[in-house]
């Protein structure tokens, strides 16, 4: 079990626009990292160029002991749509989507994975729900679901604890401790410092670039945070090209 990600001198963004600019270090195997900034900071941003979903305007990414297609990915909870006509037992077990494959059958050691991940996350007696009558938290943990039953080396969480409970809160973070515990590498986009200092060794602050990377108790200083606040201020949404690259 091993997935490392090595970036060199990445920029991602939109329709020629930039959105993250150099990014440039390491995320180790067997890494616990907090992904923090203020909102625009391009957080999201970089989960997404790492999954594949969006291909480098600039720099280089390099993965390391997994596929993009087989990383544990769980967008932000707006993101997905809950419209289709799924119940929390089927999405679920989309989690087995690349064992199994469209037409394969789901034997019964599958189905005991899948009621496994299903009592994992405390949504026993919700198999026959509609994922759209869901509450918040209990879609994240729907979600989360899933993503045990990816058996993912590298896992990505994109906001995982937005709109949920303390309890809900609490128990999720039980599942990343347990990935972590695993030798999994796994990366999270948080805004609750108080979780981030408490349960993150490591943290990339980020705000349009890197501000600072390390041991969270090293980058979560004030100092820091005001130097992510301004620069996300003094950005230039409509830029085509940045300005180091024009001062070179
Ligand atoms: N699909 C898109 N098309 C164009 N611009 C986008 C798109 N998605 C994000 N952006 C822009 O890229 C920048 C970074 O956005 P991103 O969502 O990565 O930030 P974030 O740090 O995750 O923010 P938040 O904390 O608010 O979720 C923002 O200026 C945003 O408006």
């Known amino acids: 079990m091993a997935a490392r990600i090595e ?8 329709d020629r626009h930039p ?57 932000q909870l707006a993101e997905v749509d809950r419209s289709f006509p799924l119940c929390v037992y089927d999405f679920v077990s989309m989690g087995l989507w690349r064992k199994v494959g469209a037409f394969g059958q789901i ?12 009592r994992a996350v405390g949504l026993e007696g919700f198999e026959r729900r509609a994922i759209g009558t869901l509450s918040g938290g209990q879609m994240q943990r729907c979600l989360f679901a899933r ?17 949920v409970d303390a309890k809900t809160a609490a128990d999720l973070l039980d599942l990343i401790r347990r990935w972590h515990d695993e030798k999994r590498t796994v990366a ?12 993150f060794p490591e943290t ?22 005001l130097a992510a606040r301004r620069m996300i201020e003094a950005f230039d949404d409509a830029a085509h090209i940045c300005a180091r690259d024009t001062a070179a």
Do not use: C
């Open 19 to 75: 959105a993250v600019h150099h990014l440039t270090g390491a995320i180790e195997s067997g890494a616990l990292i907090a992904v923090v900034g203020p909102n625009g900071a391009g957080k999201s941003t970089l989960l997404k160029g790492i999954v594949g979903m969006l291909q480098p305007l600039g720099g280089r990414m390099r993965l390391d002991g997994i596929a993009p297609h087989d990383i544990a990915y769980l967008p």
């Open 204 to 225: 990339v602050l980020i705000a349009r670039e890197v501000v600072a990377w390390g041991p969270t108790a090293e980058v979560l200083t004030p100092r820091n945070l």
């Open 147 to 163: 993503l045990l039953l990816q058996d993912s080396s590298l896992i990505l969480l994109d906001e995982p604890f937005n709109a």
């Open 188 to 199: 999270a986009v948080l805004h609750d410092m108080d979780t981030v200092r408490r349960s």
């Open 7 to 14: 970036f060199q001198d990445l920029t991602l963004g939109y």
């Open 107 to 118: 034997g019964r050691g599958e189905r005991g994975r899948i009621e496994d991940a299903i």
